[in-house]
């Protein structure tokens, strides 16, 4: 039997598809320089069985096989291989469970974080982690390690990650950690899979933590003298102990393009604007009206000591669409026709001496570079814009040695996928590496999961 | 040249005891149930540079190699071998750094957690993770994953674990993680280590997160009829988003012993002990006295709805002196002759079912079973006095199969090692297993870290 009819036999022949049946958005992700690419089979599992089967049958033929969910990866993870299978878990879509009692959701790889949203804000719970694309599935969050604004108090999908059902490349099903936030009972399987670009093992089931969800939201915006005042006054308001949700810094010319793209205006006078090189964004929660309002007031207060141009405490409506805008940052940087993007993360006390480098590397190399980021967690997004292929990747080279160099890492959240693995291999310790590739030969030792991800197939 | 005189070479000659210039503490680590055991040599590395060295030497002869910190696990994985090398951490006992910026401390694998709580404090911070035992080294809670009363809040040592410096099997020394919260370049290696009970690598740093230290806390003490409206009342208290710093659940016979032997008066009425099987403790912290008190005020009128026969909110005295013999518990469930002690950690909804099957389990074996636990966590501290060894196993046996039938696992907090490893390998799923196996085999090809934990030599 041919592969093609044995996937159709495993998962019925409506959901396989092959050759011209296969739509345009399988081949790619949402990174900018990967090329699509249209695989030979495109699966629609409906169980995790149905995976493992999938997988069995790819580890026979020796054919490759990627993972996707709603393909909204920044990292070229989720792009086929030619010559491979792509299982979309498109299908395996269902919110399992939310568990009022334990603060657990249990989901599907294929759920969204937008269908998510809805369904634990119906019970007054929230899963707290917030990447800028709400499209992007759970399954796909779990094998970037999604990060996005609120990581500053919650952090990442990874602390949120309590347990997995996952499929090894050789077949078997495993169930990883539980309903609890706890355990000291061998390796922790569910920690290695989290992040792992769907190079491990595919994912089938996650048990996510949920928090209480709190009824008052307040925005301060703050506009500051230049980046580096923003990096020094960061680290007073997370030591505050005031728990800011968000804390994000934005340049004065991502900010202009964001809140010009969503026609926003936020009420700072032009005055301030020309003085402002840099604005921070603080956002706070809390379930009590008045307590909210006077950590507002004293958030305030504090910038101001810290040298901000100003403070302004933003309107609902005016807040919401901000962070809405900041969210699409990446498709405004797309749209203004930004040649790649990078979130490299660093110690947060080495923001100012970065940004420096930055500005240095920019100008040495006739590249613009502007951005905007997660400031609390020393998480640079930055939009690239240089056309020649050879010049950027020497920026980007440049870009990560730097951050490196102070302590950092490649990637924040995104992941290092096909399109940021040539840095990968360059840059990072050689015996890091030799050792991620055994722990990948001890999950696949085939090496049928994702060929060409992290490391070179 | 033989194994002592290269030792002798690499650490100093004074940091390498043989024979009877062992100490009988280096032979056992707390656990109940471990046989002392003197290895062939005791060595105390100054330096990572020194450490990778001997675990070349050890590869070399193909001797194991035991990590020690402060000896205090729970599980014997400290314990060494006859014909190994024990590496002992206790010169290696620097805080190299309490970086205010970027919220964290850099510490050798000596410190004890009661040192970094007084460097902390000196600025304002606080290493919020509180495993009873404040002498542990930070090396060991790394490798056991400790967790302790404070995690329904801030949750456990790998929550808190940013980066590591690790010695791997093969010699080479290898950097983790960072000063920062999140990354997604390549495998989480940092936390495959955390808890991995020192048979993956030998940590010689460890970079740990720091949080804001509240000035102000609470305690409230509730008495409620049994253990089952304790486990009711927890989610809610979780739910209600009042973020509790403890929340710690002690049976009557468990309360009786750690307030005898500590010799402390809480105040409760006889006539409300007399009706009481289960305490809940409840304490919260805040940086304002007023909103303390008013979630003081709250959290009374929740429990009290809840269920609690009354509510005692107790003077900072009596509430420390409370806390303190909580976490001597284990060692007054030792000196009553308790004959082990396990930490099952399962879904906080599950307690009241668990409960009641261990009270059948206990019942049917005529075992007296006796605890209290991290009741936000699920996870459930038992002393078991049951003299015969056989029946002892089974009992153990029985509880954790009870407990992983409820969706949760062995142990919480204490770990595998030695001790618990027949239980282990009896009940998990032995795919897990031999995948753990292949993730040993990764890093350690020969074997000599620590065999005869977790797996079988």
């Keep these: 039997m041919d592969l093609a009819a044995r996937l159709e036999e495993i998962v019925g022949t409506a959901n396989v598809l092959t050759g011209d049946a296969i739509g345009d958005d399988y081949a790619h992700d949402e990174t900018l320089t990967a090329t699509p690419t249209t695989p030979a089979h495109v699966v629609r599992p409906g169980s995790a069985d149905e995976v493992a089967a999938v997988l069995t049958a790819a580890a026979e033929a020796g054919v490759p096989v990627t993972a996707r969910g709603s393909g909204s990866g920044l990292s070229g993870s989720a792009v086929p291989r030619e010559d491979g299978i792509l299982v979309s878990f498109e299908r395996m879509n269902e919110i399992l469970e939310i568990d009022t009692v334990n603060h657990v959701a249990v989901v599907q790889p294929g759920v969204t974080l937008t269908e998510l949203e809805a369904a634990t804000a119906e019970v007054g719970m929230v899963y707290p982690v917030y990447p800028g694309e709400l499209s992007a599935s759970l399954g796909g969050n779990v094998n970037t390690n999604a990060g996005g604004m609120r990581a500053v108090k919650y952090g990442v999908t990874r602390h949120h990650v309590l347990g997995l059902e996952a499929v090894l490349p050789t077949g078997e099903t495993i169930r990883t950690g539980g309903k609890f936030v706890k355990a000291s009972t061998g390796y922790d399987l569910t920690q290695l899979i989290v992040g792992s670009e769907g190079t491990l093992a595919l994912v089938t089931e996650a048990i996510l933590k949920l928090q ?246």
């Design 212 to 457: 209480p969800r709190m009824t008052e939201q307040a925005t301060v915006l703050a506009p500051f003298p230049d980046l580096a005042s923003v990096a020094t006054a960061v680290p007073k308001v997370v030591g505050s102990g005031i728990g800011a949700l968000i804390l994000e810094y934005i340049d004065a010319l991502t900010m202009g393009a964001i809140t010009y793209t969503a026609d926003l205006q936020l009420g700072v006078p032009d005055e301030v604007k020309e003085k402002s090189q840099a604005y921070l964004v603080v956002m706070l929660e809390n379930n009590s009206a008045q307590r909210l309002a006077e950590d507002v007031e004293a958030v305030g207060e504090l910038l101001s000591e810290l040298g901000a141009l100003d403070v302004y405490s933003l309107p609902g409506g005016a807040a919401r669409k901000l962070i809405e805008a900041r969210e699409k940052a990446f498709f405004t940087a797309k749209g203004a026709g930004a040649d790649d993007i990078i979130d490299t993360v660093l110690p947060r006390a080495a923001l100012p001496e970065f940004f420096a480098k930055v500005l240095e590397i920019a100008q040495g190399s006739q590249t613009l570079v502007v951005g905007c980021g997660h400031a609390g967690d020393g998480n640079v997004h930055l939009a690239v814009f240089q056309k020649d292929a050879e010049v950027r990747h020497r920026v980007l080279h440049d870009l990560f040695s730097a951050g490196m160099a102070l302590g950092g890492a490649i990637s924040g959240e995104h992941g290092i996928g096909r399109e940021k693995k040539q840095h990968f291999l360059d840059l990072e310790d050689p015996a890091k590496i030799e050792l991620m590739k055994r722990i990948k030969q001890a999950f696949d030792p085939r090496g049928i999961l994702n060929p060409g991800v992290l490391f070179d197939a």
